[in-house]
């Protein structure tokens, strides 16, 4: 069964050093969301593309993140420099397409801790 | 403004007991998806179950059943007989299709002590 891929799994680094976390959609979904868990919280969206472009970035804090799907396919999201309050589960997923935004399927995530 | 309130933080059964875990929705929208998503300690989203605002009947999978009510913007989640392996944070979303995005509540974490 097709699963989208997220590495690396689990990722240690200190304040204001730069991170970065990849994504490899479902092969054919032209949608990829990057979300955001902050622990005790829910997954907030910071990033959709549809295929290479951006379609969504208002909760993306574009001081020190940055996100890019070049050929649309996978998708890189980085951050620099990581700040303490970004300690959390970074989540991709996909969808077949924008209009599809109600059957995403979701990568096994990325746990970020800074300190 | 969409909105999904889960408003049980923490529920702590023993095992074989049942267990309700409630969801609350706000939406102006008449064409909606309502969700529940598993996250084990792993962190993995597990889906398991997508309703359509068109589609109020209940449904029922193994231990696992859902109550979709409008009238109260409701999408309850009642597991039967729990064990152990339910432990997780149990997670309700809402995907409107005017906005395209997918809300999700704040979670309840289910503990099942054996």
């Known amino acids: 069964e097709a699963e989208v891929a997220q590495s690396p799994r689990y990722k240690i680094t200190e304040k204001s050093q730069a991170v970065a976390f990849w994504c490899d959609p479902i092969?054919?979904?032209?949608?990829l969301y990057w979300y955001r868990q902050i622990l005790g919280q829910g997954p907030e969206l910071l990033v959709q593309f549809q295929d290479e472009s951006v379609v969504d970035d208002s909760q993306l804090p574009k001081d020190r993140f940055s996100a890019e799907r070049l050929k649309g396919v996978d998708s890189t999201l980085k951050i620099q420099p990581a700040e303490l309050g970004d300690s959390a589960m970074y989540l991709c997923?996909?969808?077949?397409?924008?209009?599809?935004?109600?059957?995403?399927?979701f990568g096994p995530g990325t746990r970020l801790t800074v300190t | 403004a969409q909105k999904v309130t889960q408003a049980q933080t923490e529920i702590s059964v023993v095992e074989k007991e049942d267990v309700t875990l409630d969801c609350v929705y706000e939406t102006r929208d008449t064409t909606y998806y309502l969700f529940w998503y598993k996250q084990p300690p792993s962190g993995e989203l597990v889906f398991l179950i997508r309703r359509n605002s068109f589609d109020e009947q209940n449904e029922i999978s193994g231990r696992y059943s859902w109550n979709f009510q409008k009238s109260t913007s409701s999408f309850n989640f009642t597991i039967t007989a729990s064990q152990v392996v339910d432990s997780a944070v149990y997670f309700c979303a809402l995907c409107s299709s005017n906005t395209g995005k997918l809300i999700f509540g704040q979670g309840t974490t289910l503990q099942v002590k054996p």
């Open positions: 092969s054919g979904h032209a949608t």
């Open positions: 997923a996909s969808s077949l397409d924008w209009d599809r935004i109600y059957e995403q399927y």
